[in-house]
């Protein structure tokens, strides 16, 4: 990084100060320094190589008036005391501007007394040459390759590794900081048989190069999900069971948290907005979300607010336990805020995940298909077909039928469809794998009946 942590804390501080020079009855601050570096190999082939070193500063301004506070933002990357300066009084004039509202405000206290060492990087990994990166991507693509003779192009493999600093501060005398690391790899063969043409992908990401799987293992299975879809056939029209695997299921883990968001509570545009503390899902659902996670890719020591995350229990043996909440959603519902909050130098904060995942159960993917007489195995989804407010869901789908117990051959050009608290409450089998892709993560589901439209 180009600033030590004290020249950061110095460049939040004065801002801040700037801002109250200006006229801002409350203000906050971020300021976020990432240096980032990508490559991507297709064949022999290096398609680009990217480093890029980036910081921005956020000044959020809160103006009393007569019935609220009155708010704006605004962000810079230039760092010089007289841009500041300027940006603060511009943040303050514009937040003038703006409508009262009586919920603005920062927390009223209860900000992180300590930031914990939560494993979100390995100092040795700085040191990676940007060759070995490119040589990743390479092993990665070259295994994808030579898996099979099918295997004849690719939309590449890709290696990424990002490092960043984080310092946010704010007018009631909270100033935190914390520095972390992500790395990932990712490979996307091609195979063709006949007039038959199938992708498919895998991916590795984690916040230390050690946590990351083997990039010759990426590569052979994102070649061996690629093969195995090829003569993919549309199906009849059915109800059967429907297994979500380990790269589709968390999409509905995801959707899980965005009807459970404060805002979606307090603007009346969730399904569970009336089932607090009821059960929502079968008694072997309990799904989290935890922030302190160590290693975790969404773990952080402090939320967009300067609140200490914590570990919040969405839904416990199926009941749905609390809301996720930042400071303004939650006094929008008379209630505390779980820490959630998450924050861009550009935008106000807003309720976010961690490392949200779904608890696992004892079966494997494998056991799970050998049980299975009849039913389906989504390995993609293809579009956005979900309602919050209903629960209605319905997807473009990809995946294998299953017969038997035994994977007959794939299917494509389908759509599952069904209601998402239906779902939940005839989730009948919860797998034993679970693999950290991204933020979300979740074994393989089994639903025990969804409406299968193919033919």
Sequence with gaps: MSATQAEMEAVVQRALDAAARAGASQADVLLVEGDDREVRVRGSEIEFVKQAQERGLGIRALVDGKEGRQTSIVSTSDLAPDAIERMAAEAVALAKATAADPTAGLPDGGFAEEIPDLALFDAQDRNVALEARIEDAKRAEAAARDFDPRIDNSEGSQASSGYARVVYGNSLGFVGSYESASHGLFS????????????????????????????ASVGRKAADRAIRRLGGKSIKTCEAPVIFDGLTAPSLIGQIASCVSGYSIYRESSFLGDK??????????????DGRLPGGLGSKPFDGEGQPTRRNTIVENGELKTWLLDTYSGRKLGLDSTGSAARGTGSAPRVGTTNLWLEPGEKTLDEMIAELDRGLIVTELIGMGFNPTTGDYSRGAAGLWVENGEILHPVEEITIAGNLGDMLQSIDRIGSELAWRGRTASPPIRIASMTIAGA
């Excluded at 996307?188 to 990351?212: I, K, N, V």
């Excluded at 607090?276 to 979300?289: R, Y």
């Design 188 to 215: 996307e063969p091609l195979a063709r048989e006949g007039d038959s043409m199938q992708r498919d992908y895998w991916m590795t990401s984690g916040r230390r190069l050690s946590d990351l799987e083997d990039a």
């Design 276 to 289: 607090l503390g009821e059960k929502i899902a079968a008694s072997e659902v309990t799904i989290i979300d």
